[in-house]
T-cell receptor, first 112, second 117 residues
Framework: EDKVVQSPLSLVVHEGDTVTLNCSYE??????LLWYKQEKKAPTFLFML????IEKKSGRLSSILDKKELFSILNITATQTGDSAVYLC????????????FGKGTHLIIQP | GAVVSQHPSRVICKSGTSVKIECRSL??????MFWYRQFPKKSLMLMAT?????????EQGVEKDKFLINHASLTLSTLTVTSAHPEDSSFYIC?????????????FGPGTRLTVL
């Protein structure tokens, strides 16, 4: 059974801090790892990672994948209150159903 | 990016009734759409994969007779919750894959909040 484990489950920091969110996975056939941000409704796409060691960057957010150690991190620098959300990690393993396997998410709270 | 819509965004129904949720890809064709459900403070759980022109593939533990999925066209999939009960109350989200993008990226709809009284 495919597994995606995120840590921490919850994180509270002050505005301006840098945070690192972790995602480890065990899947039969890995195709890609995706990060999403979920506020009140459906997740919004952040990154898709397929290759090890190549950092993807978008503004203050960046992410990298390690396919040897089977994990990914999502970094957010100079956090703002608008970054408060649940960050979901998902793996596309190309399994029978071909859907994504999600982790439980990290609930990030940025305090002013 | 590609846009996926869902209708309705929120529905409240009585126990025993059936509810239909539509998922549409607005600016791309999707031979495959996915249905997820999410309970409060829980992650998304894949329910089924909807394939255009063929039967849906259900995840273990998901009752196919209760959650009817129809993928009528390349831009529309429907999920019907039959004889809904309070335990079916949840947030239902669909996603679609844009085959022309060349990536595995899935685009999510805004979700449908179902409350069964």
């Amino acid at each position: 059974e495919d597994k995606v484990v995120q840590s921490p489950l919850s994180l509270v920091v002050h505005e301006g801090d840098t945070v690192t969110l972790n995602c480890s996975y065990e899947v039969t056939n890995f195709r890609s790892l995706l990060w999403y941000k979920q506020e009140k409704k459906a997740p919004t796409f952040l990154f898709m990672l397929t290759s090890s060691g190549i950092e993807k960057k978008s503004g203050r957010l960046s992410s990298i994948l390690d396919k040897k150690e089977l994990f990914s991190i999502l970094n957010i620098t100079a956090t703002q209150t608008g970054d408060s959300a649940v960050y979901l990690c998902a793996v596309d393993s190309g399994g029978g159903a071909d859907g994504l396997t999600f982790g439980k998410g990290t609930h990030l709270i940025i305090q002013p | 990016g590609a846009v996926v819509s869902q209708h309705p965004s929120r529905v409240i129904c009585k126990s025993g009734t059936s509810v239909k949720i539509e998922c549409r890809s607005l600016d791309f064709q999707a031979t495959t759409m996915f249905w997820y459900r999410q309970f409060p403070k829980k992650s998304l759980m894949l329910m089924a994969t909807s394939n255009e022109g063929s039967k849906a593939t259900y995840e273990q533990g998901v009752e196919k007779d209760k959650f009817l999925i129809n993928h009528a066209s390349l831009t529309l999939s429907t999920l019907t919750v039959t004889s809904a009960h309070p335990e079916d109350s949840s947030f239902y989200i669909c996603s679609a894959r844009d085959l022309t993008s060349g990536y595995n990226e899935q685009f999510f709809g805004p979700g449908t909040r179902l409350t069964v009284l």
